[in-house]
């Protein structure tokens, strides 16, 4: 099964810092849902392990990612895959940009990702739901990290928008809104 998603954020730093940011594991780890262990293998390649669930569907996934197309601080490519044994397969990959704004850096996003195995029996509804809200919890966490790099709270308005933007929220309140919504969701499912 297919899945596209676009975005963008607005991050309260610099390009260098959310440059710096993006190329850290350790930040990249602390914000990445599920994230359980992300290790630098050489300088354009990194190792994962992440544990997602989706619906009835938990598994812990490993993969490589590769950055690709370096262009220092204003963006790169990123191919991936992962394999969830039973719970089947990710790959893909997304580009993101850089660019400055007058209050820190705006970063897009445009990703392309193949789903295999039982995860895609579950429809695209739900994971384009699950994917977009761990998108979503991860440019919170990653507007958080990137604010204190830079010695400032993250603004009220650093959220990311998938396909439209969604009002300003502060991330605590996004989280705990994000939560009863899945909540409410799965009571029906």
Do not use: H
Request: net charge negative; glycine share 10%; aromatic share 6%.
């Amino acid at each position: 099964m297919a899945m596209t998603m676009k975005g963008e954020v607005d991050l309260p730093a610099t390009k260098e810092v959310v440059w710096k940011a993006l190329n850290d594991p350790e930040v990249l780890k602390s914000c990445i849902p599920g994230c359980e262990s992300l290790e630098k293998i050489d300088d354009n390649t990194l190792a994962a392990t992440a544990k997602v669930k989706v619906g009835p569907v938990s598994a812990s996934f490993k993969g490589k990612v590769n950055l690709l197309d370096l262009d220092p601080p204003n963006g790169y490519r990123i191919e991936g895959e992962g394999e969830g044994g039973v719970a089947g397969f990710a790959k893909g990959g997304a580009v993101v940009k850089l660019s400055d704004i007058p209050t820190g850096t705006k970063l897009t996003y445009d990703v392309e990702a193949q789903v295999g195995g039982k995860l895609a029996q579950l429809g695209a509804r739900l994971i384009d739901g699950v994917a977009k809200k761990m998108a979503d919890q991860f440019f919170a966490d990653f507007a958080a990290a990137v604010g204190k790099q830079e010695g400032v709270a993250a603004p009220a308005e650093a959220q990311a928008s998938a396909a439209a933007p969604a009002p300003a929220q502060n991330s605590e309140a996004k989280g705990w809104l994000q939560r009863l919504i899945a909540w409410f969701m799965d009571l029906w499912r």
